[in-house]
Structure formats: structure tokens, C-alpha cells
């Protein structure tokens, strides 16, 4: 059941022209490292601004801002979990993508693009990780006709290659 919405790209998220980009945020809402940070600084000062109105955000969830001077109208930030090994650590990481494509409708945005969530300083297997995320996504469109593209936007090769991988699996 390969869905030709969801693709996967190498590249830097901030410079994608869709409908909304996938912050792959901390707690706090207030930036942080990886791509986080480099949405914050692409964004500008008032993505930080409307950030400190919101109050954090728990792991699982979603909440969204303007892009303000990022080519997306929308980032919608979710926290992924810290890897534990726990049995809950993989729901949680599939209930960020779940409430983000949740809030991507009712936006509505028709085409968005996630990092791989949890990845990089919070440790996620990279493997396990852009499984969790394809099959997640794929189940959210299955049967649903709202989303023109749903991009999987990998900052290395490596990610890419496990998320290209996940897809053909499915």
C-alpha cells in the first residue's frame, strides 16, 4: 500500500514551500539544537514570540504557529519522546505524527513535511524511528483524499535511506 503522496526527501526543511512544515520541537516551545533551532532562526523572532503564548506542549501532541518568514504558512510542533527502550516510546513517537496530520486538517494544510522526529538528540533508532513514521502516516491516509503530498524531509542520507526503505516496505 505505497500511497505516491508520501515522499521522501534529503534536504533542509526550513527552505520546503508547503502548506506547513513539522517542528520536531522540545517541551518548552522556545527553540533548542538540531532542526528545531534552524526552524526557529529561519522563521524569525516572532516564531519565538507566538511560541511563549502557547505554553509548551506535552510529548505526543501538537501545536501550531504562523512561519512567518519561513516559506510554509504553518509549523506544527510536536515532541517526540527521549528513547528509553520503553514499550510506550514507540506510541508516542507515532501520536506526534498522529496529532500533527490531525491539526494539518484542520488547518487546513493540503501539503506538509516532517523531519524525523526524535532522532537526532533524543536518540530515537533511526531505523525503528522512519518506520514508526511511514507506517503512522500511511495509516492517517489511507482512504483520505485531504492531503495532496506528505514529505518525509531527512537532513542526512542515511535518514532518507531508511525512510525509502520503510516506504517500499509497506
Not at 514551500?17 to 526557529?40: C, E, P
Not at 507566538?50 to 510542533?77: F, M
Amino acid at each position: 500500500m505505497n500511497d505516491s503522496r508520501m515522499v521522501v526527501i534529503q534536504g533542509d526543511i526550513t527552505r520546503l514551500t508547503v502548506d506547513a512544515i513539522v517542528n520536531a520541537a522540545n517541551s518548552s516551545l522556545l527553540g533548542g539544537g538540531g532542526v528545531d533551532g534552524a526552524i526557529h532562526r529561519a522563521a524569525g523572532p516572532e516564531l519565538l514570540a507566538e511560541c511563549r503564548r502557547l505554553g509548551g506542549c506535552l510529548p505526543g501532541e501538537a501545536k501550531v504557529t504562523a512561519g512567518y518568514a519561513l516559506s510554509a504558512k504553518w509549523v506544527i510542533h510536536t515532541v517526540g519522546p527521549v528513547w528509553t527502550g520503553a514499550p510506550h516510546d514507540d506510541s508516542m513517537l507515532a501520536a506526534c505524527y498522529t496529532s500533527a496530520i490531525g491539526l494539518a486538517r484542520r488547518l487546513p494544510a493540503r501539503t506538509l513535511a516532517f523531519p524525523a522526529i526524535s532522532t537526532g538528540a533524543y536518540r530515537f533508532p533511526k531505523d525503528r524511528a522512519a518506520r514508526i513514521a511511514v507506517e503512522t502516516v500511511a495509516q492517517a491516509l489511507a482512504g483520505d483524499t485531504f492531503f495532496q503530498s506528505v514529505q518525509f524531509c531527512c537532513f542526512d542520507q542515511e535518514s532518507a535511506d531508511l525512510h525509502l526503505r520503510a516506504l517500499a516496505e509497506l
